[in-house]
T-cell receptor, first 109, second 116 residues
């Protein structure tokens, strides 16, 4: 079956670095997405990886290892506004997104 | 970037009535639109996939006669919740994939439905 696993909740300190891991199993693979979702709002796109390696975009970076079915989202210089849920989603061979349950990130001062 | 507008953002209705939610791609043509529902503290659950000019494909367990989806043009898809019940109260979100089909989805703002 198709499955996405990511931690339910993480806590980090303002100014620090946090890494949110995601493992996936899909029928075929056409890329891995990370979305940020604040409570009561729709998700906003953060990153897309389809090749192995690290993609850096400002304070956020995303890594993919296709052979391991593994990705992580790295957030640096954490700010209070980064408190949100982070959704990992893998695209299968039919170009459908398989969503993880999301990781709730709590930032403490 | 591409913009998807969803309306209404919040709607409260009485049990037994029908509610229509619109999803529009404002600056691009969307070949495919997706409708999700999300319960509190849970992930997005895909309800159906709609392609312009054809019938929607519903996910297992989603009643197609209850959740009517119309994708009449490349910029508009509508979801109608018919004979709504309190258990239909949820956050409904649409997303669209552009013609370039880069894979990225553009999300609407979401619609919070409360059925009394």
């Amino acid at each position: 079956g198709q499955n996405i696993d990511q931690p339910t909740e993480m806590t980090a300190t303002e100014g620090a670095i946090v890494q949110i891991n995601c493992t996936y199993q899909t029928s075929g693979f056409n890329g891995l997405f990370w979305y940020q979702q604040h409570a009561g709002e729709a998700p906003t796109f953060l990153s897309y990886n389809v090749l192995d390696g690290l993609e850096e975009k400002g304070r956020f970076s995303s890594f993919l290892s296709r052979s391991k079915g593994y990705s992580y989202l790295l957030l640096k210089e954490l700010q209070m506004k980064d408190s949100a849920s982070y959704l990992c989603a893998a695209m299968d061979s039919n170009y459908q997104l398989i969503w993880g349950a999301g990781t709730k990130l709590i930032i403490k001062p | 970037g591409a913009v998807v507008s969803q309306h209404p953002s919040r709607v409260i209705c009485k049990s037994g009535t029908s509610v229509k939610i619109e999803c529009r791609s404002l600056d691009f043509q969307a070949t495919t639109m997706f409708w999700y529902r999300q319960f509190p503290k849970q992930s997005l659950m895909l309800m159906a996939t709609s392609n312009e000019g054809s019938k929607a494909t519903y996910e297992q367990g989603v009643e197609k006669d209850k959740f009517l989806i119309n994708h009449a043009s490349l910029t508009l898809s509508t979801l109608t919740v018919t004979s709504a019940h309190p258990e239909d109260s949820s956050f409904y979100i649409c997303s669209a994939r552009g013609l370039a089909d880069t894979g990225e989805l553009f999300f609407g703002e979401g619609s919070r439905l409360t059925v009394l």
